[in-house]
């Protein structure tokens, strides 16, 4: 059976004063893709944020590797192989993508790793390659998601959390970040993928959970969820 890396148990989340995460449950196991979607304003980036320990929880536990992470700091999450790439992206603009590969790097010490990993990155995202010396700041929408994700494996996480990766993207640029999404997981990297595509995030995870208004109101295979009619005629447009 496989083992949990990340279990959230009655997780209570308040933003802005409003309630916005009433108790929310979900368990990612070692290997797999899971996604969880929903409408904007679900509550889907706030249980992100709250995991990461960029949001301060209102009830409820998160643990991860068995152990409860409740009050942690991200930076801490970090060092323990819990990377997230936060909705926005949000790379260093005035770094090249180079010294922005270098940052994801920041907990190692090992120089020829974190070489061959930058190495790595280049061959998992040719064009950051063409612009290494470029500042990200000047990059498409597109290849400042692909940074930010390269930016993530850099640490070598075991658990790598996505906020919508694909939002504000091309669909030619949508197309290649859910390629790249599920390239790293065959490369044996846990992910929970938040996302609005629900059709796009479905067709690639292994499992998935909806949420509505701060609730997950479905879970189960990502496949059968696909093929729900509640799904499809809330979030597919059928």
């Known amino acids: 059976m496989a083992k949990t890396l990340l279990k ?31 409408s904007n304003g679900a509550g889907k980036t706030t249980t992100m944020k709250a995991i990461t320990g960029t949001l301060p929880m209102l009830g409820g536990d998160i643990e991860y590797l068995g152990k409860s992470i409740k009050g942690r700091g991200a930076w801490d999450l970090v060092r323990q192989g819990l990377a997230m790439v936060p909705e926005g992206r949000g790379v260093f603009a005035r770094m090249t993508i180079t010294e922005n590969l270098q940052m994801g790097a920041y907990i190692r010490s090992d120089k020829a790793g974190i070489a061959q990993d930058i190495e790595a990155m280049f061959v998992l ?7 290494k010396d470029q500042l990200a700041g000047t990059m498409s ?65 292994d499992r998935g959970y909806v949420m509505e208004s701060g609730n997950v109101t479905m879970n189960g295979e990502a496949k059968a969820l696909l093929n729900d009619p509640r799904v499809r005629a809330a979030y597919l447009g059928e």
């Open 8 to 38: 959230v148990t009655g997780l209570k989340v308040a933003y802005g004063g409003i309630q916005a995460v009433k108790g929310v449950e979900l368990e990612v196991n070692e290997g797999e893709l899971v996604t969880l979607i929903g």
């Open 125 to 131: 995202f040719p064009r950051l390659r063409e612009r």
């Open 141 to 205: 929408g597109g290849e400042q998601q692909m940074l930010a994700m390269g930016r993530a494996l850099m640490s070598r996480p075991k658990v790598l959390l996505l906020d919508e990766p694909s939002m504000g993207l091309s669909p030619i640029m949508v197309d290649k970040i859910f390629e790249v999404v599920r390239d790293v997981s065959t490369r044996g990297v846990t992910i929970l993928l938040v996302e609005q595509n629900a059709s796009r995030a479905l067709g690639i995870a």
